[in-house]
């Protein structure tokens, strides 16, 4: 049997490791942060900032993804970009990232390959590195990867927060709404080939990592990325700035165009869509980044209003909601 065939418990740690580390190797990311990667205790990262952006998230297997809808490089490639996207919502920049696998030993060890692969790809894409991580066995059918980012700032910048929103600003997005969910929904009603770019999306996104640098150079008064859906993040802006912020619709009709493979559902997943990963922010000026477009504005008042109709907001629920 070749090294990397097999379940895991059919090989020793040390195996199952250089196999991780060869994957992770294979999508050649560096990064000159990072003095010393994996293979210590522990890894040695430069912080030339003098301060540290941190943030973690897991992913669950038949919660967060499912193997039959995602292959394990597009596991990996949103498990760093879903924490990369976090960095990028502070106006940051990841610097490394630290990745624990809990897994059935059951779980085929090319199948950890494969998720090396995507976790290392997508670290390249967000100009960073895997620099290290943990590997612990579970019982039957469980698996779960957590990771946690690491990021910086420009030297002298203040992170962009959820609080900074004041009456009068705008409110602009970085990229798409939309797609996710849309992608999500074509996959729980087996139409993934009627627009697998919206699948794509759904299995893997793809931040445009520099977006939210810009938008702190370009003096965001307030920002996070889109994990939720539109509404219920741009509560979280409002809440946390003590104001009102309005969608205008009218600023989303391409959004809606694009996902014509959902009907009648595309406004929906426009508005309240999860795991998009692109950025929302208020900007006190009338220019918004290259890239961005104004889809709203804030205003004195508290809560969310759409065209200036009070709505709920809601979006993804991780405890009212089921992927399946
Ligand atoms: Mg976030």
Redesign the pocket.
Known sequence: MAEDEGPLRGHTEAQILSVIEHGLSLAGGSSSEVLTGPGDDTAWLRVRSGAVLVTTDAMVLGRDWRDDWSSPRQVGRKCVAQNA??IE?MGGTATGLVVTLVADPATPLAWVRELAIGLGQEAARAGTLIVGGDLSSAGPGVCVISATALGELPDGAVPVLRSGARPGDALAVSGPLGRAAAGLLLLQENRAADDPDLVGYQQSPRPAYGDGRRALEAGASAM??V?DGLLLDAERIANASGVRIDVRTAALAADVAALTAVGDRATDCVLRGGEEHVLLATFAGKDVPSGWRVIGAVTPGAGVSVDGLDTQGGGWEHFTAQQE
Request: hydrophobic content about 50%; glycine content about 0%.
């Open positions: 996207a976090d919502a996070l990325d994990s």
